[in-house]
């Protein structure tokens, strides 16, 4: 069955640190979504991205796609960061359908 | 260039009752797909349109769920009647084709009582 799993489930950090939260598949995806939701339901795209790095601000995401791995830094972690992130990947085989992590709770203290 | 729209965005019900949501998606964008959210889970789809047909209906409860995008663009969703087990955040996505980045609404939070 292909899945999509993330860790840790609940990260709780200080502020300035650098936080790592990663996401694990199964074989044949054509892409992976990394997603921030806040309290309050909507859901932001932070990237999208088949292999290599993105980098947006103090966000970066890498994808190894022999070690079917990605993750997702944060920089200067700052209590706005505060969110639940989630990893999505497109299995080839389910088409167009995107399958979901449980999601990661980070919570950035000052 | 403006998001994806929803509204209501929350809406508190009796079991029974009937409930409905629009969407307006990003300009242009062809693929529109309404998610469920139940607290603590993530995200499920429950049907994909590309411009106004349906790709993907596969996991909407039918008897009680209904969608359409009637000119390809806006979409409501529908569930009459509601049960307790529907209350979650109802969340609208678009995105360019088919397997794009998807850009998603703010949601409607749906309470069932």
């Known amino acids: 069955k292909n899945e999509v799993e993330q860790s840790p489930q609940n990260l709780t950090a200080q502020e300035g640190e650098f936080i790592t939260i990663n996401c694990s598949y199964s074989?044949?995806?054509?892409?992976l979504h990394w997603l921030q939701q806040h309290p309050g339901g909507g859901i932001v795209s932070l990237f999208m991205l088949s292999s290599g790095k993105k980098k947006h601000g103090r966000l970066i995401a890498t994808i190894n796609i022999q070690e079917k791995h990605s993750s997702l830094h944060i920089t200067a972690s700052h209590p706005r960061d505060s969110a639940v992130y989630i990893c999505?990947?497109?299995?080839?085989?389910?088409?167009?359908?995107?399958?979901f992590g449980a999601g990661t709770i980070l919570r950035v203290k000052s | 260039e403006a998001g994806v729209a929803q509204s209501p965005r929350y809406k508190i019900i009796e079991k029974r009752q009937s409930v409905a949501f629009w969407c307006n998606p990003i300009?242009?964008?062809?693929?529109l797909y309404w998610y469920q959210q139940i607290l603590g889970q993530g995200p499920k789809l429950l049907i994909q349109?590309?411009?106004?047909?349906?790709?993907?209906d596969s996991q909407l409860p039918k008897d009680r769920f209904s969608a359409e995008r009637l000119k390809g663009v806006d979409s409501t969703l529908k569930i009459q009647p509601a049960k307790l087990e529907d209350s979650a955040v109802y969340l609208c996505a678009s995105s360019s084709r088919d397997r794009a980045e998807q850009y998603f609404g703010p949601g409607t939070r749906l309470t069932v009582t």
């Open positions: 999505a990947v497109y299995y080839m085989e389910y088409g167009n359908k995107l399958v």
């Open positions: 300009s242009g964008h062809a693929t």
């Open positions: 349109f590309q411009n106004n047909g349906v790709v993907d």
């Open positions: 074989v044949g995806i054509s892409a």
